[in-house]
């Protein structure tokens, strides 16, 4: 069965530094998504992406962050100058019509920023 | 109360009983869907229900859906130990492109 795979599973980085996530979807969908859990909470929304652009985007998602899919597989999300309050797992998810359908979730890239 | 809000927010049962866990949510929705994470792991797809459906099975897993009163339930049958995790019910809002809206989750913990 096809899946979402991020990368790597978990990233540890000190303040200020960048840090790029990775994923791949699943290859026939067109729309994509990051959401965040920080440890103990709900996932939160940060970003939706179709067709080559941001379709919304959440309060959390600042001028700090940024998506892009560089290809045809990957979507990246880059933290440009990462906080301690960046730390938690990052997931990336897909679906083939935008909220009308299962959205499949990867496994998650559990951050830690020190 | 916020959007895709859980109740309990902490079950323990025996194997083999009945557990069922419930969502509220505030707006109209395309969908609901439900999400099992294991402690500090990925969030696996149970189900999804649509909004012009009252209720769906797959498995030991019944979910109902009520648009009137804006709320969810998901029953997990004759439960195991293995099913043991964290449930969440999130909500595909209408007209917002996919986002899913996710509640606080319910704890379920199924004693051997």
């Known amino acids: 069965e096809p899946e979402v795979t991020q990368t790597p599973s978990h990233q540890v980085t000190q303040m200020g530094q960048e840090v790029i996530l990775r994923c791949v979807p699943i290859?026939?969908?067109?729309?994509f998504y990051w959401y965040r859990q920080i440890l103990g909470q709900k996932v939160e929304f940060l970003v939706s992406?179709?067709?080559?652009?941001?379709?919304?985007k959440s309060e959390i998602f600042d001028d700090q962050f940024s998506v892009e899919r560089p290809d045809g597989s990957n979507f990246t999300l880059k933290i440009r100058s990462t906080k301690l309050e960046d730390s938690a797992m990052y997931f990336c998810a897909s679906d083939l019509r935008g909220g009308t359908d299962t959205q499949y979730f990867g496994p998650g890239t559990r951050l830690t920023v020190l | 109360s916020q959007q895709g809000e859980e109740d309990p927010q902490a079950l323990s049962i025996q194997e083999g009983e009945n557990a069922t866990m419930n969502c509220s949510y505030k707006?109209?929705?395309?969908?609901l869907q439900w999400y099992r994470q294991n402690s500090g792991r990925g969030l696996v797809h149970l189900i999804l229900i649509r909004s012009n459906e009252r209720e769906k099975h797959s498995g030991r897993l019944r979910v109902t859906l009520d648009t009137s009163k804006k709320s969810s339930s998901l029953l997990i049958t004759a439960s195991r130990a293995a099913d043991t995790a964290s449930y969440f019910c999130a909500t595909a809002v209408y007209n917002q492109g996919g986002k899913l809206i996710f509640g606080q989750g319910t704890e379920l913990s199924v004693k051997p």
């Open positions: 290859s026939n969908h067109l729309y």
């Open positions: 992406f179709y067709n080559n652009e941001i379709s919304e």
């Open positions: 707006t109209s929705i395309n969908n």
